[in-house]
C-alpha cells in the first residue's frame, strides 16, 4: 500500500509541473536525468508580460508583478501604489480544471523604500484516487499557495536590493491514509528570496536608451515533505539577465531582454542497485549543501561529459518588446531547455494596453520542435490586468 502513495503523488506532481515534456521527442533523445522538486508551480510564468517574453523578467522595467521575477525593482517604480491580477489556465490540452491565480501588489514608502506582497494559488481540478486495483477510492481537489511580501531599497541611483520572506503550502492528498494507516500529510515550507537591480541611461547615436542587470536568487527554503519518509527540495532558482531599451522617438520604444536560469538543486547521480553511486554526487543533502553541490554534481548522461551536462541545466529566456506612446505593446519571446533537462522550446507572443492607472495584457505560448498539437502546453494563455495609482 505504501507505493500507492508514493504513485499518487508522483502522478500529481507530474501532472502539475511545467517540466512536462514540451513537445514531442525522438525516443533515444528522452530527457534522461531532469531535474525535479516538489512545488514546481512555483516556477510557472505568472504574468502575461513576461509571459509574452519567453519568460524573461528578472532585468526589464519595473511594473506591479516585479514580485515574482525580482523584487528590488520595485525601488525604481514611478508610481505610489499598484496592484495586479492574473490568470493562466494550464496544461489545458491534458485536463481542463488546472489553473493558476496569481495577485500582486506594492507601496511606495519613500523615493528610497519600497514593499511588495504577492499571493499564487494554483488548482489541479478534481483527481480520483484509486487503489492498486484501479477501483475508485475517494476524489480531491489537489491545491498549492504560496504567501510572500518583500523590502526593496535603494542603494544609490542606480541599484537597488530586495529580500522576499515566503510560505508554501501544498495538499495533494487531502490526508488520505492507506489501508495499513500509513498518512499523508499537508507539506509546508518557509523560503526567502534575495534579489538586485541595477540600470543606468546612456545615449546611443543620438538616442536616449537605457540598460539594466539584475539577479535573483529565489525559494531558498526548507525542504517540503508529503509523508514521514520523504523530503524534497523546493525548486531554489538562479536567474541572472539583462535589457537594453532605446527610444525610437517620443512615441516608439524597443526593449530586448535575456534571462539565465538554472535550478539549484541537486542532479540525481547514477546509481547501481539502491546505494551504489556510480556516477555524480549523493543527492540526498542538506538545503545549502545542495545549493553549492548544483554546480558540479551532474554525473555525465546520454554520451555528455558532466560539464556538458552541467550546461545543458541553464535555461535560456529571450525577449522583445514594442511600445507605442507608453499605451500599446506588442512582445515576442523564445524559451529553450535542454533536451536531457525537460525539452521544453516553445515561442511566445502578446499584446499589453496602458489607460491611465489601468491596463491589460494577453500572452499566448507556442510549442516549437515538435507537433503542437501533441504538446501539453500547447494553447497556453494568460490574461493579466494592472493597475498603478498615484503617479510620483
Keep these: 500500500m505504501k507505493k500507492l502513495f508514493t504513485l499518487a503523488l508522483t502522478t500529481i506532481t507530474l501532472l502539475a509541473s511545467y517540466t512536462t515534456f514540451a513537445q514531442e521527442v525522438d525516443p533515444a533523445e528522452i530527457p534522461q536525468n531532469a531535474l525535479t522538486t516538489a512545488v514546481p508551480f512555483m516556477g510557472i510564468a505568472p504574468d502575461s508580460r513576461a509571459g509574452a517574453m519567453g519568460d524573461a523578467g528578472v532585468a526589464t522595467s519595473p511594473d506591479a508583478y516585479s514580485q515574482y521575477w525580482n523584487s528590488s525593482k520595485y525601488a525604481f517604480t514611478k508610481d505610489r501604489m499598484g496592484f495586479a491580477i492574473s490568470y493562466t489556465p494550464w496544461l489545458k490540452k491534458l485536463v481542463d480544471d488546472m489553473s493558476l491565480t496569481y495577485l500582486s501588489a506594492f507601496y511606495k514608502l519613500d523615493k528610497d523604500q519600497t514593499f511588495g506582497a504577492s499571493m499564487r494559488y494554483f488548482s489541479m481540478g478534481a483527481i480520483n484516487f484509486t487503489d492498486e486495483q484501479g477501483n475508485e477510492w475517494s476524489t480531491f481537489n489537489p491545491n498549492e499557495f504560496s504567501f510572500d511580501a518583500s523590502y526593496n531599497r535603494k542603494l544609490g541611483k542606480n541599484f537597488a536590493l530586495g529580500v522576499v520572506g515566503r510560505f508554501i503550502y501544498s495538499n495533494l492528498t487531502g490526508g488520505l491514509t492507506n489501508?495499513?494507516?500509513?498518512?499523508?500529510?499537508v507539506g509546508t515550507s518557509g523560503a526567502v528570496d534575495i534579489n538586485g537591480y541595477y540600470n543606468n541611461d546612456i545615449e546611443v547615436s543620438g538616442y536616449d536608451a537605457s540598460w539594466a542587470m539584475g539577479f535573483n536568487i529565489s525559494?531558498?527554503?526548507s525542504k517540503l515533505s508529503y509523508t514521514e519518509d520523504e523530503k524534497n527540495f523546493i525548486p531554489t532558482n538562479l536567474r541572472l539577465g539583462g535589457s537594453f531599451t532605446i527610444d525610437i522617438d517620443d512615441y516608439n520604444s524597443l526593449t530586448a531582454a535575456v534571462d539565465f536560469n538554472k535550478l539549484l538543486v541537486p542532479s540525481p547521480p547514477v546509481r547501481q542497485g539502491d546505494t551504489?553511486?556510480?556516477a555524480g554526487k549523493d543527492n540526498e543533502v542538506g538545503v545549502?549543501?545542495?545549493v553549492?553541490?548544483?554546480f558540479s554534481d551532474a554525473p555525465g548522461v546520454a554520451g555528455l561529459t558532466p560539464f556538458q551536462e552541467e550546461l545543458s541545466e541553464i535555461n535560456v529566456s529571450v525577449g522583445a518588446e514594442y511600445w507605442y506612446a507608453e499605451q500599446f505593446a506588442v512582445r515576442a519571446g523564445y524559451f529553450h531547455e535542454s533536451k536531457y533537462k525537460g525539452a521544453r522550446k516553445y515561442a511566445t507572443a502578446g499584446i499589453g494596453l496602458r489607460m491611465?492607472?489601468?491596463g491589460l495584457d494577453f500572452s499566448y505560448l507556442i510549442p516549437t520542435g515538435g507537433s503542437f498539437n501533441n504538446s501539453p502546453l500547447a494553447g497556453t494563455w494568460r490574461f493579466s490586468l494592472i493597475f498603478n495609482m498615484a503617479n510620483l
Design 276 to 278: 551504489l553511486i556510480v
Design 288 to 290: 545549502i549543501t545542495g
Design 356 to 358: 491611465n492607472v489601468f
Design 219 to 221: 525559494n531558498l527554503g
Design 179 to 185: 489501508g495499513a494507516g500509513e498518512a499523508s500529510s
Design 292 to 294: 553549492f553541490q548544483s
